[in-house]
Structures are given as structure tokens and as C-alpha cells.
């Protein structure tokens, strides 16, 4: 499989020969495989998909011909090239971002980085005082989630590790030819084994699959990179502020997870699972630990012959055994050893016990000339069991808050408190829950036996008292109540919480999701500053660092509801709205943003959707979920990781620290018009989206039809159901399908459809419009995030492509009217995204990424076409049919491509 792509010399010679050397490694093992006449089919098929880029007459029809006459064989072997070249394309522009990045660093001009922020903090006037206070605010908590998950298998992912490995040792050393050779060698090894291993899984992901998967990634990665981060910005504050030590820096970034904690919809997140993915975080972090030590214990061979080491490491190490006679006098190699052993016995029960320890170590090394070994190897393992404990990375826990109003339901009737909890208006609600509160009875009978949804929520709470009493109260530090809606969601969890004794051990999160629940949040949150009750929970919850509320916002359900861009400015006037009435009441608001992968889940770069938020947002500390396919794309690689965390603090550091943007003159404080354009703006936004999705007869038909949503169902890369439950309809169903079903068809109107017309409308209607949205996008960060985000799934999308899927919709009125609003609307979408950023075509401002998109496009196409064909021939079938199996494999793994290519599930 030969590559064939024109690239400017300057900036991508490197990367044409990274996609040339794996493609043709790619193009030998389909040789090998599958003989010459496979890799012709390939490249016959690639150059009629580039065809029909080019608009040659005809080469639509003649692709589709030839796809269709193949048999399913030869589709396989299409499938696995496409999709296999995509995922060493990925290696092949990380490489290459790595190299640009590199370079910037050695030329010094290296942007979106810690120093960059903290030289910008500097030249803003902020004292080295000043900047402390700022760290102590700057909680930043990434949290990782197994949603929507990772369409690939972790051990295809380990596989392309290996060879991303091996491309950057290729780039960073001179090798001799006969090293070269071995290399090259080495990658066609693994890309065969690439081909000959399923991409997908045979059977649907476990809970246990998915803790594996996350785990992967915190130990192979993310612990080593977040402490360079720490080192990184210990050394950029020695540097802005030289005299000041900065050694002892708080916990301004750690990672969280959701993965065995979050139950939302998900039977298979029990109380028992939740334990045992707690122990299994425990032991993955014991045995990071043990390797760490094992290479201090074997490099820490100081002799107290040659210096002297303190009276309390001395004795600490007689109260552990006496010495070891095979080292009578390395104090230090035999005081690790004690620590090796304790902690292979599982003796520490908290990381506090274990620092306790290694403190020891450290402080006999500063008092004895070992200052360069104190603050080297051994204080990066302090950081990291400091910042990843015992626990490495505390479980959130999420559940719907109706399941917990329907267990209350049948508790209170039990106790005859009320005939039907769920039929009391909301004040009577909160009067019956802030008294319930208040008695000191027991409120969970000792042998629950009520019905199974009911004796799990019991289970569940009690599940996190136990996990506490076993693992310490960091281990599970909040619980959230998804589609919080009204006081009594929260005061449930309260109840719940009091009735376990953790009411002062947790955060108690409201999730508001839709776009009622976001306008409703402030008054829901002043009714629980108000009430008696609450306000006891936060003062017991904050008696060391003050009153703090975490309020988590949904992008996806939002989105879902009204529409990309009433979602985006719905999502900031709420945290408008809930920062003054959280400051109203004396308490610090953490947010926490539940954004998924793609854009219309609320997705794009971290860094710019930091700097597009009101800054007066990150002051009570940030949280962020790192959804699925997103941790594989930023975490398998360790450069890449570093500068996303880089680029994360950067944004954070800047928020906080100038907020009135005097790092960027062309940002501007917000405009009362401004505010006023985006209200009119997001009106129009959902009223176009709504009418198009909600009120457009036959829409589900079409959806259902035109799309592969319904086999989505069958692709088992995730533990949760697509619905949060088997009735209802559109509601039911989960963003991430809805997101990922319209990704597939490349029509990907999640993200875009009804922005066009909002824009049309605003500048018809409003003289001067158009020069106030250019006014927005060159100085409104908040604006310029939603455009530039809008424009990159525009340039995603392909009407020709999603033409195909349409004409797998039966009733021709019904498709003909459905598309033909589809294709108009993303027609005038594209336009005025343009006219707005001033530019003739789009991503004519982001180059790189308009040729990355070009460059996978005519891979990504015959993926379709394939797909479409598939679709035809299956839904034709009886399920039980012989050929149906086959048949839906091929369809699952041509989703698995799409996914790869587009670089994004849902």
C-alpha cells in the first residue's frame, strides 16, 4: 500500500516519509497475506475514492460499482487496509507533531506551555506571593470515563504503541543501516500482527475490561508524564521567580475516574464491582510502587563508611528488623528494603503511612550532602505518591437521580411517611427530606427487602462507607446525581449520604444536563444554600478550606436537546448565573465539565474551551472529563500527553491568573451586544434545530434508516446500554450514539445543524451583523471556541457521502425532503462560518488540519461506500440467517474504521 500525497517540503518532508515507510509496510503484509491481486484492489479502490475527491465525472458511480460487486472476502480485506492504514497515519502525524513541537522548543519559541504562562503571570505584575495563592486555587482534576469507549482493543492499542515507540526511536537516533534495517523489520513484525489480530472484541466489554483499559493508560503514561509536568513547572517558576523555592508544590493537577463508579444507566456497575475495581486500582498502584522501589533500593548503596545518615532513619531501620548483614552499612539500600516489604505485604493502609516513610529517606539525605540524590529520583517518587496515593485515581461515583427518588419512593412508603414520595410537589419534597435528615434514626433497615433497584441503592451507599472504613475517604470523594432538576435530587443524596455517616466525607454533585435543567441550576442551588440542612453539609464539608460547592454541567445531553449552539452559550451563561449565586452565599464553586470527544458532545482542544469560559469559573478549582476515544488519542503517547497537560495548565494558569487577558491585546472584555448576539443567536439556533430533529414527521424514520445507529447496538465496545432505558423513545436514547450514528454517515449534524441559520437570521436581520461576529470571533475567546469548532466538523462532513446513506431510507418523499434541509442547512452553515472568520473556504486558517483531512479522506471514503452496501445486504436478512453473522462483523469493523479515520466515535 503505496502512499500518494503532495506535501510543502518544509514543513512535512519528515511526515511524507514517516506515511510512505508504513505504507509500504502496510502494502507487504497485504502482499504477503493476501497476494498481489488484494493490494491492486486496494490501490484501484483508493485511486477511485481520490477520483472522486477531484469531482471526476462518473467516479462516484464507478466506486460504488465496484465495491458492490465484490464478495465479502474481498470487502474484509478492504476494510482491515483502510482502517489499519489510518491508525499508522495517527503515528505518523504524532511523530510529526512531536518534531514540529521539538523544534519550536530548541528554536525557543514553544507556545501553550507552563512557562509560557508563567513568564505571561510575571509580566502581568504577579508577585512570587501571588502566584502561590494562585496555585493553591489552580485544582485542576482530569477525569477519565469509559464512555463512550474506545473503539479499539487494548491490544491493538499496545500494538500501535510499540510502533509509535519505534517510529520516534527511529526519528530521534542516527542509525546505521543494518539498525535501520532491524527497525524496519521490528514495525512489519507488529503490523502483522496488527492484521492478523480481530479489531474489535468477539463479546461485549466488561466493567472489568474497561478498569483495564483506563489503567493502561494511568500507569503507562499518565503517572510518569503528569510528574514531568510538575518538574516542568517547578523549573519555569525557579526560572520567573529565581530565590523563591518552589520544591513543596500543591496538588495542582491529578486524575480522577469514572470507570467502575459510574452506574448511570449501567446494571453492570454493581456495588461489588465498584469494590473490586477499587482493589484493582490499588493493587496496579502497589505494583508501580514495588518496581519504583526495587530501582531506588538497588541505586541507593551509600555507605555510612563514606556518610553519615540521621539517628531517626537509624532507628527506624533497627525497629523494622535490625540490619541486614549482606550490607551492614547502607543504611538507605536496607531501610528501602523495609519499605519494599511492607508495601508488597499491603502494610500501608493510606499513601500518608507510606510518605511517612520515605520522608525519612529524604530528609537523612538533605542533612547528610545528599541534596542532589534527595531531590532527583526519590522526590519524583514522593510526587508521585503524593499525587496518585495507595488509591491512584479516586472513583467518582454517578447515578440517576430518578432511581434515587424511586428507592425513596418505596422506602418512605414502607415506613408509612407517605403514600407516594414521588407524587408530593417539590416542597413538600424538601420538607420531608430536611426532616428526615434531621432524625437521628436509622433510616435503612438492617436486612433491606425491597425491590432488587432499591436494595442496590442501599447496597451502593453502604458499598461507599465500606470502601472508606477500607481505602481511606480519598478513594471515593464525590457522588453524582446525573439529571438533577430540582432541590430534592440533592437532598436525597444528602439523606442518603447522613444515613451511611459520609455526609462529610463526599462532595454531593448536581449534574444538570438539559437545556431546562441549566437555566433552572441557579435556583435550584439558592433553595440549598437556604436550606438548614445542606448548609450544615458544607460547613462540616469545608471547616479547613472553606464553603465549596463541584456542579457538574452536561455538553452532551444539552447539545442533544437544542442544538450545538443554544447548548455552547446555554453551558456559559449557567456558569455565569451559578458562580454569582454560589459567591452570593459565601461558597467557592468548582465546576465540572462532562464533555465528550467529538464537538457536538462538547469536545475540541481543552485548552482553548478553558480559555473560552468565564474566567471567574476556575477560581473554586476544574474538573474535565476525558471521554473514551479521547484518552487513547492524547495518553498513548508520552510527548503528546505532555503537551496536552501543558497545554491544559497553560489555559488554567492564564484564566486564573490574568483574567483580563493581557497575555492576548486582541481579546476584549465581553460586550453587552455580544451577549445580546448570542442570546439571539442561540434562539434562533434551537428553534431551527428543534424544528428540524423534534418536529420534522418521519425524522427518527430517517435517522434510524440513514444511519448505522441501530447496528451501533451490536458493536460491543462498551460495558452501558445505548439507552438509559428500555422505554421511551428519542429522550431514552444516549447522546453518544446519537453523536456517533451521524459521525458514521459523515453528516454530523449534532454539531452543526441550525448554526447556519442562526448566523443568516442574526445578520439579516441586525444592521452591521456581520461585522459584530467578526468583532466576536477575532475578540471573544468563548466565541471564536464555538466557531472554530463548528468549522472542523463542517470540514468533516461530506454531503456526497451522506447522500449514500440517505438512499438507504425507503420512503424517497421522506428522504428527498429530510436531506434536501440536511444539505441546505450545512451549505449555509459552511458559508457564513466562513464569512464570519473571513475567509474564502473552510479551514483555510488551520492548514495542518485541512491537509490531515484531505490526506485521510480517500481512505476514509470507500469505508462508506462499503458500509453503505453492507447496511443494504443486512438489513435485507434475517437475523437468523446464515450469512447475517458474517455479514454485521464486516459492517461493525467498517464502524471501527470510520471511527479511526475520522479520528473520533462520539
Known sequence: MTSHITLTQETTSPLSADIRLLGNLLGQVIRDQHGQAALDLVERVRTGAKLRRNSDPGAAEQLASIIAGLDLDSWRILIKAFSNYFQLINIAEDQQRIRVLRQREADGRTDETINA???ALKEAGLSAADVRALLDQARVRLVLTAHPSEAKR???????????????????QLLLPREQQLLEAAILEEIEELWQTRPTRSSRATVADEVDFGLYFLTSVIMDTTIDVYIDLQSALEQAYPGEDWVQLPAVLRFGSWIGGDRDGNPNVTPEVTLETLATLRAAARRVYLDEIALLRDHFTQSSDEVNVSDALREATLDAGGYDDRYPSEIYRQFLNVIYGRLKDDAYPTNRELLADLVLVEESLLQNRGRNVAKGSLLRFIRKVRLFGLHLAPLDIREDARRH?????EIFRHYGRTDSYLNLSEDEKQWLLTMEIANPRPFFPIEPRFSDATNTIIATWRMIAQAHRRYGTIAIDAVIAS??????????????AKE????????????FETIDDLERAPEVMTALFNNPEYRKHLEARGARHGLRQQIMIGYSDSSKDGGYIASTWNLYTAQQNLIE???????????????????????????????????????GGIKITEQGEVIAYRYSNAEIARRHLHQVMHAVLLAMGTPHAAHNTTVQPVKPDWRAAMERLSKAGEQSYRAFVYETPGFMDYWQQGTPINELANLPISSRPARRSKQGGFTSVRAIPWVFSWMQSRAIIPSWFGVGTALATYTAEVPNGLETLREMYQGWPFFNALIENVQLDLAKADMGIAELYAALVQDATLRDTIFSALKAEYLLAGQMVCQVINQPALLDNSPVMKRSIERRNPYVDPLNFIQVELLKRLR???????????????????????AAGLKTTG
Open 483 to 496: 439529571m438533577s432538576q430540582q432541590p430534592s435530587d440533592m437532598l436525597t443524596l444528602l439523606l442518603l
Open 117 to 119: 504562562a508563567v513568564q
Open 154 to 172: 487494548k491490544e491493538v492499542l499496545i500494538k500501535l504503541r510499540h510502533i509509535a515507540q519505534m517510529m520516534a526511536r527511529r526519528d530521534m
Open 876 to 898: 435485507k436478512l434475517d437475523p437468523e440467517a446464515a450469512d447475517y453473522p458474517a455479514l454485521l462483523r464486516e459492517t461493525l469493523a467498517t464502524i471501527n474504521g470510520i
Open 581 to 619: 449565586v454560589c459567591g452570593k452565599y459565601g461558597v467557592s464553586l468548582q465546576l465540572f465539565h462532562g464533555r465528550g470527544g467529538s464537538i457536538g458532545r462538547g469536545g475540541g482542544p481543552t485548552n482553548r474551551a478553558i480559555l473560552s469560559q468565564p474566567p471567574e469559573s476556575l477560581r
Open 500 to 511: 451511611v455517616g459520609i455526609q462529610n466525607d463526599v462532595d454531593l454533585v448536581p449534574l
Open 405 to 409: 427518588a424511586a428507592a425513596l419512593d
